[in-house]
């Protein structure tokens, strides 16, 4: 059975960092589109990374403030995010699929999400 679990969340004030964790299960690691999404109240999942093989790919707009990383090893993957602003302020999940592909694109498998606060 796949499993995601997502920790790391919390209240932080703008400007202030936080790493996320999401510990995988129940599949072969290396073989999966990994990805890191996250929903604001009222607005549309959004993907902010994804993760296959050795590549990784980030929206324009957390480019730079956001960096995804994992360890294959332990099945983990990572957000860090810096420079955090109030709209940040959502539900991060990860998600993964055996054919997400480079964009993690049509996931099947999620976490139930840890919530960021930022506050201003």
């Known amino acids: 059975e796949v499993q995601l679990v997502e920790s790391g969340g919390g209240l932080v004030q703008a400007g202030g960092s936080l790493r996320l964790s999401c510990a995988a299960s129940g599949f072969t690691f290396d073989d999966y589109a990994i990805g890191w999404f996250r929903q604001a109240p009222g607005k549309e999942r959004e993907v902010i990374s994804c993760i296959t093989g050795s590549n990784i790919y980030y929206a324009d707009s957390r480019k730079g403030r956001f960096t995804m990383s994992s360890d294959d090893a332990k099945s983990m993957v990572y957000l860090q995010m810096n420079s955090l602003k109030p709209e940040d302020t959502a539900v991060y999940y990860c998600?993964?699929?055996?054919?997400?592909?480079?964009?993690?694109?049509?996931?099947?498998?999620w976490g139930k999400g840890t919530q960021v606060t930022v506050s201003s």
């Open positions: 998600a993964a699929d055996a054919w997400g592909g480079y964009y993690c694109d049509g996931m099947d498998y």
